[in-house]
């Protein structure tokens, strides 16, 4: 199993964040990025606003997703014994964004829909290739879901960005 370092996640995150904000920007959204530390641990990274919509956000940058078509839903975190709630179930931000990097893809998806296709794939009505996860960090693990991009997609899909 491969154990990730944070500060190296981190660091390709806030890549991530740079390379979403800017096509969003380019696309033109207004991109009004969050440095309050409160609203961080919401987990809102950005406002992004258009003449017609206004959206909380929370962007995720995943390059495994690029290799394996899955992207990794984190629905807890256990750090020194102790479990907290993952990002999939933490944030706040309407939507999730995926960024990944192999694809140079952006996809958008809808935080409460990806929250109640876990629900129904739990509870026996959705039939899906979903598989439950880990993820080792060094001071912790995170546990979750490993879902097909066009699972995802189909159940969850706001927009899709292609990147340069």
């Known amino acids: 199993m491969t154990v ?12 991530g964040e740079h390379v979403v904000f800017k096509a969003l920007t380019d696309l033109g959204w207004d991109v009004i990025t969050v440095d309050d530390l409160f609203m961080q641990s919401w987990g809102i990274d950005a406002i992004i606003k258009s003449d017609q919509q206004c959206f909380s956000v929370e962007v995720k940058t995943d390059e495994k997703a690029g290799h394996t078509g ?11 014994g102790e479990q907290k709630l993952g990002n999939l179930f933490k944030t706040t931000a309407q939507l999730m964004m995926y960024y990944i990097p192999p694809k140079k893809l952006v ?7 990806l929250r109640n296709m876990i629900k129904d794939w739990q509870d026996g009505v959705l039939q899906e290739n979903i598989t439950r996860a880990t993820a080792q960090n ?11 991009i066009k699972t995802a997609v189909a159940h969850a899909w706001e927009w899709s960005i292609h990147v340069r």
């Open 107 to 113: 996809i958008g998806l809808n935080t409460l829909s």
């Open 138 to 148: 060094t001071s912790w693990r995170g546990e979750g879901f490993l879902v097909p």
């Open 70 to 80: 899955n992207i990794f839903l984190e629905s807890k975190v256990i750090s020194d």
């Open 4 to 15: 990730y370092d944070f500060k190296t996640q981190l660091a390709k995150g806030k890549i």
